[in-house]
């Protein structure tokens, strides 16, 4: 019976590489706030954390390049549930309730995702592809944060990553089979928390930013 | 026409195994050149299916839900029995045979009876082996509670969904055998002819239900697994589409009808709420267990039951029959209730009750305990009702359930037209006049999965039969016939609708055919169905057309048959000048009420031949031999 | 307690699969509130056949919760609002004189419409068929309390066997997805000691089968398990995510 297709090409296959991938951009979320949390240690000590950080040269490459690859596997294997999805379903309900499964994050995990993928594209053009031979990555955000529009972006931003992460922590503990009477009420409870941390500790970024200006 | 059971001499326990051995082989590879045609998919027809699929027969299983996995077995609640006896407490086969015997009120066959008793133990080796989720033990062997007026503990269950388990296990076989190729499935069609070449049955003609298209399907054997008839009364524990129609086709077509009279009522169910009510739901009776059945001591008491002090109860059935009390067999726990209920001691808004009390099981075992057995037994009757039976008594009052009467079969459960065989409720065979609980989905089984593999390898390697397609003359003349009636049907545009004129029918047949019986009263319903017959036929109003998924045509053929075979259940009845399990002639009774049988003049099964639509059916008698039991007066005392 | 009230329904009408549908309102009148629902709809389908229209057309069976046929959504809720009901087993008496029902079938790609309230489920057969079941012949089985199983673990694969194919999981799936269907027979099945010897096949096969049917997937929105009758848990959706783990990843069989 088997042997015949890639188990990564079913529908749990892809669920799989989904929940992976999202698992890693979480990983990749937490590590992003610890460093950015340098920021309220003062200016120098935020720089010299960037500093530290770039001096680990092809290892930082390394985990760019990964990142990359995780991004790519989870936009396209979203972009590919989403359109089946859709498929599976071309005629619509006229009456649609919840019957209290649905969250905000579960309903709205492909147009969040696509909303932080803009994101993370503006983002890198801010900070990442830009030459920073004469400045500091400190005088980059505080120049960025300068302007209101900014800061209502990376907030949104924040806003909508949280309410994303909400659904996508919790959901990928599920999909890897994690769910126990024990430990499931925990992991929905840490999504929350998870999503509430990265919110705040991100999302208050650019206004102390433009604060300390 | 002399009725051959074909029962093989010798020792009764022998009988089967040396049957096995005497009954000719068809050669494995020969097996494929077989075709069968199993109609319905319960658990005798499911199973059948799939075991013959496994020999390497090629089927084709018909059923008119739109999946196999939806027969009406799947509603049992109760269990299975099995002489398996697990528990040490005295089972064996023998008892399981003697108690199926007596249930019957003597009115069953030895053999078969016994042969039942004998798979019994294979059924639930299978079962459990198919990875059904029987209850268990701590220790992770199988539990066993006792059930139906048994008085070891022989059941087996699965919560109170063992019927959905049974049947989910039977269907998961069938469908390994579709994907095996072995067998075809074919959905959402209805049966309606037989198709008969040279006096053996050679194949259906069917209805597609969905684009309304007669087919026609030719085979060298006909199993009949279509169930049993309980919804003639129109209110009933049955499916919305149980029907006696394929049944009553194979009867016109030569089949005999035995035993039609031998209804079941079953004691415990949901009363009737309101004339619009289109089924009744059955309450397991594996609730009599711990629950106590009474009613007020007075007639006319319309206190609610928390205020009816403890003196002036009457917990009738634990009084009148101190050894068996509340577990007493269906037949007589539901003519009790209708005699407390006759005197003005119903409960209830319409009076048509009686109280099931769990108050002292709860303060016995505590809530918990009763709960984790009935627990989803209260809520679906708090479901329907919304009352709480933890707290208030439930009501329950009998209802229409099952049919021990069908098509006549001798030991290969084949009828009496060469090459149909007829299986599970469909058939008349292991019952007698009254089925014991968990005894149905036993005899589903072991007909599909432990009976008919053998029998009908005898059967087609025994006869000759001549080479056949579906542009035989035969074919085409049934689907001639079932085109014409469709359209009959469709053409009468009168005023009532069918459901109406069914619903009359269930009047006539519970209050002059029901749990008690009389010679007027018969006579009377007879009349009375056949004016109602000559009232559909001229006054039914059946919408749509017979080109696609009409629903009302459906049932409009299923209430025809119904209008029909009526008459002969109450024929039977009338005939049948005793009183034996669920056929109660009220001239015939004790002192004490109890059925009186008269083994003398009716000690035989009665099968009924059609004689043409406008003569009466003849009457033939297969006598009951008992040489292993010694017919006793039942007594549950 | 009994009493009678008026409701009007606004039904999906479609007369075939490839025939547009659209909704008709109908006033169902003195309707006692003991009715269960489809006994509702058979009094408004006596009337529109006396009326000489065509009556609704829906599946139902056994009407008391438990073959599965039945089931529509009913105001935007599979087989109505109450929790742990099919729509046969829903009474009036969850409803208000005055009340507008708004009835719709089942909507997935997979379930293609027939007629009105009916739609073809045979897909759920279609995955039972792909490997929903032990490979058992009748005859051959050791005596049945030759392997013990543990209470627990016979009810968990009860918990699950419990379900009634009625559909409702894949209608009530924002993706119309047959997770919760595929997992709860995978999961019964990987339970029981009798069911392990193919659980790593049954596993690939059975959802293999499910996405050639065009079902959605799951994104874990957890309305099947709210929406389920016979409130079957997700925990089977990561019982049959560990199996397929097992299965396609490092399973010793190829």
């Known amino acids: 019976m088997n042997g015949l297709t890639n188990p990564m090409g079913t529908s749990v296959g892809k669920k799989l590489m989904m929940a992976v991938t999202g698992l890693g951009f979480c990983c990749f979320l937490t590590i992003h706030l610890a460093g950015n949390l340098t920021l309220y240690g003062g200016k120098d000590f935020f720089n010299s954390y960037v500093e530290h950080l770039h001096s680990l040269g092809p290892l930082v490459t390394l985990a760019e390049l990964g990142l990359l690859f995780f991004a790519l596997i989870h936009v396209l294997t979203g972009m590919l549930l989403f359109y089946q999805n859709y498929n599976a379903r071309p005629a619509r309900y006229s009456v649609n309730k919840r019957a209290g499964g649905r969250t905000l994050g579960s309903a709205t995990m492909p147009y969040t995702g696509v909303i932080l993928l803009l994101f993370v594209i503006f983002h890198l053009m801010n900070f990442h592809f830009v030459d920073k031979t004469n400045t500091t990555t400190f005088q980059l955000m505080s120049n960025a944060f300068a302007s209101p529009v900014y800061i209502f972006i990376y907030t949104f931003a924040v806003i909508i990553a949280a309410i994303h992460v909400s659904h996508g922590l919790w959901s990928a503990f599920q999909t890897l089979g994690a769910n126990h009477p024990k430990y499931t009420p925990f992991l929905r409870g840490l999504s929350i928390v998870f999503s509430v941390v990265i919110g705040i500790g991100l999302g208050f970024i650019p206004v102390y930013v433009s604060l300390l200006r | ?617 003849e009457l033939h008698k297969e006598p009951l031999v008992f040489e292993n039991v010694e017919l006793t007066q039942r007594s549950y005392k | 307690m009994t009493k009678n009230i008026n409701v009007t329904l606004k039904v999906w009408r479609q007369k075939g699969p490839h025939v547009k549908g659209g909704f008709e309102t109908y006033p169902a009148t003195d309707i006692s509130t003991d009715m269960s629902f489809l006994e509702m709809i058979d009094c408004v389908n006596e009337q529109l056949t006396l009326d000489g229209k065509e009556p609704i057309a829906f599946d139902h069976d056994c009407r008391e919760g438990i073959c599965g046929m039945c089931g529509a959504v009913i105001n935007g809720r599979c087989h109505g609002q109450e929790k742990g009901t099919t729509l046969c087993q829903l009474h009036m008496r969850h409803f208000s004189n005055g009340d507008t029902i708004v009835i719709e079938p089942w909507r997935a790609t997979a379930f293609p419409m027939v007629k009105d309230l009916v739609v073809d489920r045979s897909a759920f057969d279609q995955i039972i068929l792909a490997g929903g079941y032990i490979s058992v012949n009748t005859g051959g089985a050791p005596d049945a309390n030759s392997i013990p199983i543990a209470q627990e673990i016979a009810e968990l694969a009860m918990d699950a066997a419990a379900c009634i194919g009625c559909g409702a999981c894949v209608a009530a799936c924002p993706n119309a997805s047959a997770m919760l269907f595929t997992s709860a027979k995978i999961s019964q099945l990987a339970l029981l000691p009798q069911g392990k010897p193919e659980a790593t096949s049954r596993a690939l096969a059975m959802v293999n089968k499910m996405d050639e049917l065009c079902f959605g997937n799951c994104s874990n929105e957890r309305e099947c398990e709210a929406e389920c009758p016979k409130e079957i848990s997700i925990s089977n959706i990561a019982r049959l995510n560990r199996e397929f783990v097992k299965a396609g990843l490092v399973s010793v069989v190829k």
């Open chain 2, 1 to 617: 026409m002399h009725l051959d059971s074909k029962i093989p001499s010798g020792p009764l326990a022998e009988k089967w195994d040396k049957h096995r051995f005497e009954l000719k082989l068809v050669n494995p590879a020969n097996k494929r050149k077989f075709n069968i045609i199993v109609v319905g998919t319960g658990l005798a027809g499911g199973s059948a299916a799939a075991s013959l699929g496994e020999l390497g027969y090629y089927v084709k299983n018909f059923c008119i839900q739109d999946s196999p996995r939806r027969a009406h077995s799947i509603a049992a609640q109760g269990g299975i029995n099995a002489a398996k006896n697990y528990q040490n407490d005295g089972d064996s086969i023998r008892r399981l045979f003697y108690d199926t015997i007596k249930g019957g009120d003597f009115r069953s066959r030895e053999a078969n009876v016994y042969r039942l008793a004998q798979v019994s133990n294979h059924i639930i080796d299978h079962c459990v082996a198919q990875g059904i989720p029987f209850a268990r033990e701590y220790g992770g062997l199988l539990a066993n509670r006792s059930f139906g007026g048994a008085q070891v503990s022989r059941t087996f269950y699965a919560r109170g969904q063992t019927g959905q388990q049974l049947l989910l296990g039977a269907y998961s076989s069938l469908m390994r055998q579709v994907a095996a190729g072995q067998v075809s499935m074919f959905p959402r069609r209805e049966m309606l002819d037989i198709v008969v070449i040279n006096g053996q049955a050679r194949g259906i003609v069917v209805r597609n239900l969905v684009t309304g298209e007669i087919e026609s399907h030719g085979a060298d054997a006909v199993v009949l697994c279509t169930g049993g008839y309980a919804n003639v009364f129109y209110l009933s524990t049955n499916a919305m589409a149980s029907n006696v129609s394929a049944n009553f086709r194979a009867y016109k077509k030569g089949a005999f009808f035995a035993n039609p009279c031998y209804t079941q009522i079953h004691p415990t169910c949901i009363p009737v709420h309101g004339t619009s009510q289109s089924k009744l739901t059955l309450m397991s009776e594996s609730l009599r267990n711990d629950g106590r059945v009474w009613v007020p001591k007075t007639p006319g008491d319309k206190r609610p039951p928390n205020q009816i002090p403890e003196s002036e109860r009457d917990y009738y059935l634990e009084e009148k029959y101190p050894s068996f009390g509340n577990l007493v067999p269906r037949d007589v726990a539901s003519r009790n209730a209708k005699a407390q209920c006759d005197m003005g001691k119903g409960v209830g808004e319409t009076g048509f009750a009686v109280y099931l009390d769990f108050a002292d099981a709860i303060k016995r075992d505590g809530k918990e305990v009763i709960e984790q057995k009935y627990g989803n037994l209260f809520q679906m009757y708090e479901k329907i009702t919304a009352s709480n039976p933890y707290e208030t008594p439930m009501m329950i009052y009998p209802a229409s359930h099952y049919v021990m009467g069908g098509l006549w079969v001798d030991y290969n459960l084949m009828s009496t037209l060469d090459g149909l065989f007829v299986m599970g409720e469909a058939n008349f065979s292991d019952h007698g006049a009254n089925r014991l609980g968990a005894s149905a989905l036993m005899q589903g089984l072991a007909d599909g999965y432990f009976v008919i593999p053998y029998t009908i390898g005898g059967y087609l390697s025994g006869t000759s039969r001549p080479e056949i397609t579906t542009d035989h003359p035969a074919f085409t003349e049934a689907i001639r016939y079932a085109t014409e009636r469709t359209q009959k049907l469709l053409s009468i545009n009168g005023k009532r609708t069918v459901d109406d004129i069914h619903r009359e029918l269930g009047h006539i047949l519970w209050e002059y055919c029901g749990m008690s019986r009389n010679d007027e009263g018969l006579l009377k319903a007879r009349t009375m169905i056949r004016e109602l017959r000559e009232e559909f036929w001229e006054n039914a109003v059946v919408p749509g057309s017979s080109q696609d998924f009409n629903q009302s045509l459906e049932r409009a053929g299923r209430v025809a048959d119904f209008l029909e075979f009526a008459e002969l259940l109450v024929m039977d009845a009338f005939e049948r000048k005793e009183s034996c399990g669920g056929h109660f002639n009220e001239a015939y009774q004790t002192e004490e009420q109890e059925a009186m049988r008269d083994d003398e003049n009716f000690c035989h099964v009665a099968a009924w031949e059609h004689k043409g639509d406008d003569t009466d059916p």
